[in-house]
């Protein structure tokens, strides 16, 4: 189960004016601003639930999957994962979870896939026989063949992608975050993704976490969604409850942004 309580996170940023004399000005006396990405945040997610997390761009949604695998620390409030405290143990939690960020890639650029997949192997301690089996399975699911023996750099986005996905998931993890896994893919790589998704959540009752702009991931996905705007929880509930009859799925959500004007 994953429990997020009254969570805050905030970050100091610097900030000056544009110019050689405002760099040096900055050397002596720096100007910070402070941004408060979460507010407030509270929410439970159970065993086996898919769960869309959205809002609009700067909403508050990777600081919340980075304090949920344990790269971030909150300022205040509780949070934990399968009774783990993400941040306080972290060998332990990274064993429990699978996390693709969409926008970065956890595979070594310049070897071959399979070579990453081995140093994945090494670092969760996998034993050789879970390792195998996933291996195969996975390689078969997400149609990975072809791409194992190529340098993670010469793959496409979408070859890549899947490969991303398997890396997360090689050493068994109950619990799955995916930050935007779709971003830039064409409609088939999508397809095949939503796919393996869904398979991954009904044969292995992976809890999953996805945060996407695609509402049709959403849609084809997730029962539950969990919307947030400028870092708080505005709606925790279904997409039926924000659809209004035939409209479009963007069209509606972006009304919603603008009735919660975030
Ligand atoms: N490392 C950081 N340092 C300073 N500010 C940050 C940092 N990471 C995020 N922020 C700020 O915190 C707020 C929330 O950002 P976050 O990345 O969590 O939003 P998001 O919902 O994932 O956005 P997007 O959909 O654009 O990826 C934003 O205002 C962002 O500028």
Redesign the pocket.
Known sequence: MITMKNVCKS?K?ARRNAGFKEACKSLFHREYET?Q?LNDVSFTINEGEMVGYI?P???????TIKILSGILTPDSGTCTVNGRVPWENRIQHVKNIGVVFGQKSQLWWDVPVIDSFLLLKDIYSIPDDIYQNNLEELQKLLDLKQLLRTPTRQLSLGQRMRCEIAASLLHSPDILFLDEPTIGLDAVSKLAVREFILRLNETHKTTVIL?T?DMQDIEALTKRIILVGKGRILLDGSLADIKEGNANIDETVAQVYRSYDI
Do not use: E, M
């Not at 761009?57 to 600081?63: D, R």
């Open positions: 970050y940023v941004i990405a809002g761009n700067g909403a508050g949604k990777s600081s945060t702009h």
